[in-house]
């Protein structure tokens, strides 16, 4: 860069040069869980992003999914310029091939396990309201299969479709996507389950989640709420809301509950043991967290539903290769889970 004088006026001159890297990119990871009570998961994720694609800064990214969950999706962003606004609305087509294990489960015990497969397509119209919020609306329509493979089945008709129309708003303004000390998420997601989009049954669908960082010093005070509910018809065992896992009931299996209707309130104590820079990570958490929830088949029977509640204590570790943890949940029925997580629980 340099100064500019004359004619009374003074000027500044930037040469800017290219970046060496890009426009485009790929990122590689891994995702590893393991608990006490069932099976190990392990995914290796590559994504393939695609900047720059055209003179509005379109996007395209592709990603792939191999392990115990696989997976295929690919999304094209194409901003466009309207009402006097630039880059601020966009649409985004897309596709996304899904196979994966549903576990059925019943006090706790594995009944039996489907191979869910999903054929998605989407198209979704967005608003970028600031930096920090997002509102999309948008299409959706799918088929999917659920082919039994351990047990026997308990449903009798495992093929459905979905198809309707979907909207999103998303605030998030946390300071880290894996161990957040300050910011706040808000998420509405809500789905009309439409028949004349070629959809098996008409329903409602909505959910509301909500998450709050307080930081004074080393700790940090995180917390969260969820409430999902049906407005009209029926979910199926496959698209129901589901809780269990870890953070998210720790004392229970994930998924183990489930239903057309769901509440769920967490509080975690986090505190920052070591800070330090290197090459494989930056900080090391301990943390605690209280959870309770009601899960029912319908809102109307959520407040009769009796309260699930869990403990949970775990250590976190901000790595290289992402969060790591080593957690410990417990539940009201004394029902006990050791978990190990590498990657977003």
């Given at each position: 860069y340099g100064l500019l004088n004359g004619g009374g006026d003074n000027g500044l001159t930037v040469d800017a040069r290219e970046k060496q890297w890009g426009p485009n990119y790929t990122r590689c990871g891994l995702s590893l869980?393991?608990?006490?009570?069932?099976?190990?998961?392990?995914?290796l994720l590559m994504r393939v992003l695609q900047t720059q694609f055209n003179s509005a800064g379109a996007e395209w990214r592709t990603d792939f999914q191999l392990g115990r969950d696989r997976r295929f999706a690919s999304q094209f962003f194409q901003p466009f310029a309207a009402f006097g606004f630039f880059n601020v609305f966009n649409v985004t087509p897309g596709i996304e091939v899904v196979q994966r294990p549903v576990d059925f489960?019943?006090?706790?015990?594995?009944q039996s396990q489907y191979q869910l497969s999903s054929n998605i397509s989407s198209l979704d119209l967005?608003?970028?309201?600031?930096?920090?919020?997002?509102?999309?609306?948008?299409?959706?329509?799918?088929?999917?299969?659920?082919?039994?493979t351990?047990?026997?089945?308990?449903?009798?008709?495992?093929?459905?479709?979905e198809g309707g129309a979907r909207a999103k708003f998303l605030f998030d303004s946390i300071d880290d996507?894996?161990?957040?000390?300050?910011?706040?998420?808000?998420?509405?997601?809500?789905?009309?389950?439409?028949?004349?989009?070629?959809?098996t049954a008409d329903y409602r669908k909505a959910e509301v989640n909500y998450q709050e960082h307080l930081t004074y010093g080393a700790n940090t005070l995180s917390l969260g709420a969820r409430y999902g509910r049906t407005f009209q018809g029926n979910l199926t065992f496959?698209?129901?809301?589901?809780?269990?896992?870890?953070?998210?009931?720790?004392?229970?299996?994930?998924?183990e509950l489930g239903g057309g209707a769901v509440e769920f309130a967490r509080a975690a104590y986090l505190r920052r043991l070591v800070q330090f820079q290197n090459p494989f990570g930056k900080s090391v958490?301990?943390?605690?967290?209280?959870?309770?929830?009601?899960?029912?088949?319908?809102a109307q029977l959520l407040s009769s539903s009796p309260t699930r509640s869990s403990i949970g204590i775990f250590t976190g570790f901000?790595?290289?290769?992402?969060?790591?943890?080593?957690?410990y949940g417990r539940s009201r029925e004394k029902n006990s889970i050791f978990y190990l997580f590498l990657g977003q629980p």
């Open positions: 869980a393991a608990d006490t009570v069932g099976e190990g998961r392990f995914n489960i019943i006090s706790g015990r594995r967005g608003y970028d309201i600031n930096r920090n919020a997002i509102l999309r609306l948008g299409l959706m329509q799918s088929k999917n299969n659920a082919r039994i351990v047990g026997s089945s308990v449903f009798a008709d495992p093929e459905f479709r996507p894996n161990f957040p000390r300050e910011g706040r998420i808000f998420q509405l997601d809500y789905f009309a389950s439409l028949k004349s989009q070629k959809a496959f698209n129901q809301f589901s809780l269990g896992g870890f953070q998210q009931l720790s004392g229970y299996r994930p998924g958490y301990a943390g605690l967290s209280l959870e309770f929830a009601r899960v029912a088949p319908t901000d790595t290289l290769f992402g969060p790591l943890y080593l957690g």
